[in-house]
């Protein structure tokens, strides 16, 4: 009769501390055919980031932890490629004690209104550890992304963004996040426009928790 496989988590196993953008070695035991392995970054919550994908079991990867978390408590999982049943959980891990929160702010685009293929300036600001960015364009008002208008872009505070042709009239946010911190980001709103539509106000949203 074949046990089911499992894995244990042997380092961390007690509470640690950890640094955005070092390298820390991760350690486990397992039993059980398991080829391949999956190590996740997570909250008590959910998933943060996939720190490797589908890797020989060995028993041991050096991660590179991400820099740009918000400082807390997180926790790696090692589970089996391919058979989730088969996991297994470290001690908590402090990631970034005693800095400040990432936070993304004071999105604005220098104007409002948008046409198919014209160019615009979208400026914002940023406080803590925020090394590249996502701005997309998300369609009010249910906020479905419907494009990206810079990948993982340097955050320097400002980019020069394309609007693509075939977008629907109407009311749109230009949303700048964080690519290493889904939680940290901040949107303006604009309005793509046909010929005779109007001009309306622009507004900042932002969110950091």
Partial sequence: LQCAPTISVVSPVRQVSWKGGTKELVRWRSSGVLARVDIDLRTSRRLVKQLATA???EGQYECVVPAGLTPGSYHIRVRSRGNDGASGNSARICVDTGCPKPSIHDVTAAQDSWKAKTTHIVQWQSSGEVPRVNISLLQEPFSRRWCFLKFRAENTGQHQCQVPVGLPPGPYKVRVESTANDD??????????????????????????
Avoid: D, L, M, Y
């Fill in 55 to 57: 890797i020989e079991n």
């Fill in 184 to 209: 940290v980001f901040a949107e303006a709103q604009v309005h793509i426009i046909g010929p005779e539509a109007a001009n309306p106000r622009t507004s900042t949203t932002s969110c950091t928790s």
